[in-house]
């Protein structure tokens, strides 16, 4: 059973371009979050799709769009990149109806942005 | 609002002595709350969480976790410390009527020494 997997691994931007990430949940799951964690930091919530719908979305600006396919599949979207988008951009799987309000995400092994 | 503080950003512990990484939660409705690890260059993997019931909770590579709701607290316990369980540590909490956002803390580094 493939766990939740996540494309590119590295990735090497500049400053002012626009940059798309790619996930894909684990089997059976139907929910997608997506989460920031910059350098010697903890993950910070970016937003969450169910239903291919942005259901709940954290502290950061409309730079940061998403989209969620039918199969379930998510990219996050950065336009306008500034050096401090640099990090690590996690993608975690969940359940959204079943298991509702049990809250365990599987996480992928994230994508490392590098914005020059 | 929810927050959650880990005390210590660096732990270090000699292999076979006692791992106590500790963990302040804020949250005004009934949490719940999570310790997930991260090796290099990996994602996050879950240990263990805390829902309802039983407060003392039990998760993989023998570590468990107490919730104290009177303390606000989740540490994390692991009786003998090995080589393997180097890696950043990192506390979460989530509403138990929420859809899946997770707070974190700002993680701890937990070194093994020989």
């Known amino acids: 059973d493939a766990g939740v997997t996540q494309s590119p691994t590295h990735l090497i931007k500049t400053r002012g371009q626009q940059v798309t990430l790619r996930c894909s949940p684990k089997?059976?799951?139907?929910?997608v979050s997506w989460y920031q964690q910059a350098l010697g930091q903890g993950p910070q919530f970016i937003f969450q799709?169910?239903?291919?719908?942005?259901?709940q979305r954290g502290n950061f600006p409309d730079r940061f769009s998403g989209h969620q396919f039918p199969n379930y599949s998510s990219e996050l979207n950065v336009n306008a990149l500034l050096l401090g988008d640099s990090a690590l951009y996690l993608c975690a799987s969940s359940r959204g109806k079943r298991d509702r309000g049990l809250n365990e995400q599987y996480f992928g092994p994230g994508t490392r942005l590098t914005v020059t | 609002a929810q927050s959650v503080t880990q005390l210590g950003s660096h732990v270090s512990v000699s292999e076979g002595a006692l791992v106590l990484l500790r963990c302040n939660y804020s949250s005004s409705v009934p949490p719940y709350l999570f310790w997930y690890v991260q090796y290099p260059n990996q994602g996050l993997q879950l240990l263990l969480k805390y829902t309802t019931g039983a407060t003392l909770v039990k998760g993989i590579n023998g570590f468990e976790a107490e919730f104290k709701k009177s303390e606000t607290s989740f540490h994390l316990t692991k009786p003998s410390a090995h080589m393997s369980d180097a890696a950043e540590y990192f506390c979460a909490v989530g509403r138990s009527s929420n859809t899946g956002k997770l707070i974190f803390g700002q993680g701890t580094t937990l070194q093994v020494k020989p």
């Open positions: 799709y169910y239903e291919e719908e942005e259901r």
């Open positions: 089997s059976g799951h139907d929910t």
